[in-house]
Every structure is written in structure tokens, then in C-alpha cells.
């Protein structure tokens, strides 16, 4: 029998605030599979950013074991859990996070120059010539669309060809047709490379391309369904 690639187990995140600890997420218990698509739904407020921050080690669960690739993300400190995120994860946000003093060529050679690769501005060339952005590799992210930051986004979190990539509402501020083209990109990433993909989503389109769906509600997993035609 296969083996998840991500596998939470009674997971707990409780957070503290001004008001108190607060509750986020509750003994969230499951598994995905190499190369399987997820989709995670729900109402805003609901933990699914908190659960995608969980699988990617940017989130200790206050209680219960997250493991990625076999590896027990709970007893990671700072750096190993960089490390890893480094060498087996890319992570695509809602507003970017481009490093605004860096051309986009800089912002894509990131992964590699921390890596150790040396030649890692030509593999970011590459790159970004396959995101079609050829002729923005020397333009900064202010210069650029945000269907261009969020291409630029999401060569940087591919170049390294994570085993998981995961994506924290990744169209939510571009327009219908950008955001139809990056999904077509990052389901490229799968049918390309075999990538697990987590998404985060509001999007009905994106959700609905995906293998699985998972659909949370007060921090509890609500519905797991499984697509009956995903792409």
C-alpha cells in the first residue's frame, strides 16, 4: 500500500492573543497521496490557511504529528524545518510575497542561490521563460501585473520541483482570465512532474480540478469528496 506523502494526525493549533488563546484547529486527522490534488474549502475564518501553514511546517501544531515524506515535521526546529521547506516544498501565496528589491530574474534564482546551485540565474531564465515572462526577467515586482507577480510567485515555488507544493489562495487577487491561466499552470506542475499539490481556494473552478476535496468548518474537517472528473 502507497504511502501518504503528507499525513496529519490529531492535529491541534490553539494560538494566543490579546483576547485570550484562541482554538483553530481541531484533531484534524488525514492523509494525501503522491501526485494527488487537494483542494481545501470552507467559509472564511474556518482554519483552512491555518491547516495549509500546518502542513508546511510555518505552523507548530500545538498537539498531535504532521509528517511530510516520512519525516516528523513537530520535532523540527526553525532551520531544519527551512531546510526541508527548502529542499522538498514550494509555497504560493495570495499577495506573492515577491521581494520587492529584486528583479524578477533575482526573485526565482532565490531557491537555487540557497541551495548551492551554481548556475542558478540561468535555470531562473528558464523558468521564467516557461511562466511566458521572458521579457519582464530584469523588471521589479511594482513594475509588473499581478497575474505577472503571481507567475513570477509560482516559478520561484517550481524551480526547485518540489515533492509538495502548496498554495494559499494562489488566483484570489487576479481577474477570472489570469487566474484560469495560473491554474492551468500549477496543474501543469502535477501532470509534469508528479508534484502534490495543496491549494487553499474560494474558487469554484479551481476547487473543482482538483483530485479531492477537503471542506472545513470551526477548525474541523467538515467533508472529504473525492472528484468524480477532475482534470
Not at 494527488?36 to 500546518?54: A, F, Q
Not at 532565490?110 to 548551492?116: K, N, Q, T, V
Not at 509588473?144 to 507567475?151: A, D, L, T, Y
Amino acid at each position: 500500500m502507497a504511502k501518504p506523502i503528507l499525513s496529519l494526525k490529531d492535529a491541534c493549533l490553539k494560538l494566543s492573543g490579546n483576547a485570550g488563546s484562541v482554538d483553530i484547529l481541531h484533531n484534524i486527522t488525514l492523509d494525501v497521496m503522491r501526485g494527488e490534488t487537494l483542494g481545501l474549502v470552507g467559509p472564511s475564518g474556518s482554519g483552512k490557511s491555518s491547516l495549509l501553514m500546518l502542513m508546511g511546517g510555518l505552523e507548530k501544531a500545538t498537539s498531535g504529528e504532521i509528517f511530510a515524506l516520512g519525516q516528523n515535521l513537530s520535532v523540527l526546529n526553525e532551520d531544519a524545518l527551512a531546510k526541508f521547506r527548502l529542499n522538498h516544498m514550494g509555497i504560493v501565496f495570495q499577495s506573492f510575497h515577491l521581494i520587492p528589491t529584486m528583479t524578477a530574474l533575482e526573485n526565482v534564482a532565490i531557491p537555487l542561490e540557497l541551495a548551492g546551485v551554481k548556475d542558478a540565474f540561468g535555470q531562473a531564465e528558464a523558468e521564467l521563460r516557461t511562466v511566458g515572462l521572458e521579457t519582464r526577467l530584469d523588471h521589479y515586482p511594482s513594475q509588473m501585473s499581478g497575474g505577472e507577480q503571481q507567475r513570477v510567485a509560482l516559478a520561484r515555488a517550481a524551480i526547485t520541483r518540489p515533492d509538495i507544493l502548496l498554495g494559499d489562495e494562489p488566483t484570489g487577487n487576479l481577474d477570472g482570465a489570469t487566474g484560469q491561466i495560473i491554474i492551468d499552470m500549477l496543474l501543469g506542475l502535477r501532470d509534469k512532474y508528479g508534484t502534490t499539490i495543496v491549494l487553499v481556494t474560494h474558487s469554484p473552478e479551481l476547487a473543482l480540478r482538483c483530485d479531492r476535496i477537503v471542506r472545513l468548518a470551526d477548525g474541523h474537517i467538515d467533508l472529504v469528496e473525492r472528484q468524480k472528473a477532475a482534470e
